[in-house]
């Protein structure tokens, strides 16, 4: 039987404000553990909760952009449960009146297939805190420092039949939270969390099969092979006879498989009530429209704009505009030496070799737009040839701010050659050393030319202007 595979995705994105949601303690990543804390976020009793409107500002803008209806009035509710990353034994969020409903996404699969993924909801509400567990298997340390951390709850509906949309997805959030400037969307420092829920049913079936939760799997890789292992995993179970169970379940990225955690808890089991210490909400018209109309430019409207405006190529343009901090290079780049083409190339050529390789994240990209136009004027008047350029790009990328490329250049002798009688004496010494093949070239083997080229070119230590060499080898050998 063929198989289809559903999935629906709640993802948590932390937002980058300076404060918690409900205090005033810093949100910043690490810290010595139970430093960035305060009686609010560690819930002592008689603390009181202040909403921080960064948190509803940052929280709106996500709605506005995932085309979402903004709740006018809504409010917070509390969601009870005991565990020991949560010290008030409840966790403030949004059930009844989430502040955003029915929005969608529009995706561009990797392999160019076009969907649209509807959200049901978005709501606001506070991480907990981290637990560490000791080495040695005797004990567990709280850390409280993420406790009151803003995050928005991202739900979407149950639309992803591939893991190539469930990725393409999570990588729009993130680029159009960037944009937003809202959160950084670390998955690896946990400010962005996939939980995804995920079924199977006959191909051509109307119904949706019981499904399971796979939690806070922390790569687009893990997510990947977690998506394959347990659709793989419940479809065998069901061509066994067996039936699936709703549960959550964790993926062990170690050793490949998901493993069953507990089984999944229904709304009702958390006695979730109004929260009484936060007044509800109301959203005036005016800031959704103040809002909307500084929305800055997403990476579709980029994309168009590129190939319409510079004559960039889509796929290229989707590179560069899929990043907030190669957008901002490119464009602040251009805007100087006003050399598009030039400036599209170093960055598909050598910014994604060493994001690729090298593992160079592009926010942590320091390069200066003022240095990289000035490297691009240098290469587009000729004085240094591309392969050299390499050079001077690599060093320039990761040089610090001292770094001067007028002064590396002549440092290091790398001035592109273009004297013709330099050129000619080089061409001469290589006929000289090689005597067969300049005999080769007579006897009619006029590939050979190359070869003579490439030996002129590394007599000239690579700075020879290689459209000189080609004429002076030409006019050399014409005269054998
Ligand atoms: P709960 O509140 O119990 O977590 P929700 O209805 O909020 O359940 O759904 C959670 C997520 O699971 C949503 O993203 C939804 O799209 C997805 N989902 C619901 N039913 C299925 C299903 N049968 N198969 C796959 N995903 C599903
Ligand atoms: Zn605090
Ligand atoms: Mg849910």
Not at 299 to 319: L, P, S, T
Not at 344 to 368: C, H, S, T
Not at 401 to 423: P, R, T
Request: charged residues 30%.
């Amino acid at each position: 039987m063929e198989w289809e595979i559903v999935m629906g995705l709640e993802v948590h994105v932390e937002l980058a404000t300076k404060t918690k949601i409900f205090c005033s303690c810093t949100t910043e990543f690490g810290g010595a553990p139970n430093t960035h804390c305060c009686p609010v976020c560690t819930g002592m009793p008689g603390t009181l909760p202040v909403l921080n409107k960064k948190v509803l500002e940052y929280a709106v803008k996500a709605g506005l952009a995932l085309n979402c209806d903004i709740t006018r009035y809504n409010k917070f509710d509390r969601k009870n449960y005991f565990y020991p990353d949560l010290p008030k034994a409840y966790q403030i969020s949004q059930l009844y009146l989430p502040f955003a409903r029915d929005g969608h996404v529009d995706l561009i699969t990797r392999s160019g297939k076009e969907k649209t993924v509807r959200i049901h909801e978005i709501h606001m509400e506070e991480d907990a805190g981290k637990l560490i567990h000791s080495a040695f298997g005797d004990a567990t340390f709280p850390d409280y420092n993420r406790c009151g951390v803003p995050l928005i709850e991202i739900v979407s509906e149950p639309d992803f039949r591939t893991s190539e949309e469930v990725i393409a997805y999570l990588e729009k959030l993130k680029t159009t939270f960037e944009y937003l400037g809202i959160s950084d969307c670390k998955m690896q420092e946990g400010s962005m969390r996939a939980d995804v829920n995920l079924s199977v049913r006959p191909k051509g079936s109307e119904e949706f099969g019981t499904r399971t939760e796979m939690k806070n799997i922390n790569s687009f890789k893990a997510i990947e092979r977690a998506i394959a292992f347990e659709s793989a995993r419940q479809i065998e179970a069901i061509e066994k006879g067996e039936k699936i169970v709703q549960e959550t379940r964790r993926w062990d990225d170690n050793k490949g498989k998901t493993f069953a955690m507990r089984s999944k808890e229904n709304a009702q089991d958390y006695r979730y009530f109004p929260e009484p210490d936060i007044p509800p909400i109301s959203i005036e018209e005016s800031t959704i429209a103040e809002y909307t109309a500084a929305m800055p430019e997403f990476a579709g409207e980029k994309v168009v704009r590129y190939g319409e405006e510079f004559g960039i190529a889509k796929a290229d343009a989707e590179i560069i505009a899929g990043s907030k901090y190669l957008a901002k290079l490119f464009e602040e780049t251009v805007a100087i030496c006003n050399n598009p083409k030039e400036v599209r190339y170093w960055i598909m050529m050598q910014i994604m070799y060493f994001m690729n390789e090298r593992g160079v994240a592009p926010e942590d990209i320091k390069l200066d737009p003022k240095k990289f136009a000035q490297f691009v004027n240098i290469v587009a008047a000729d004085r240094i040839n591309k392969q050299t350029g390499k050079t001077v790009f690599e060093a320039m990328f990761f040089g610090d701010d001292s770094f001067d490329v007028e002064a590396y250049i002549k440092e290091n002798g790398l001035e592109q050659v273009d004297d013709s009688e330099a050129i000619r004496e080089a061409v001469k010494a290589i006929f000289a050393l090689n005597p067969a093949t300049v005999e080769q070239y007579k006897a009619g083997q006029t590939k050979v030319v190359g070869f003579f080229v490439g030996q002129v070119m590394r007599e000239m230590r690579g700075k020879a202007k290689p459209d000189t060499v080609n004429k002076v080898v030409a006019e050399e050998l014409s005269k054998l």
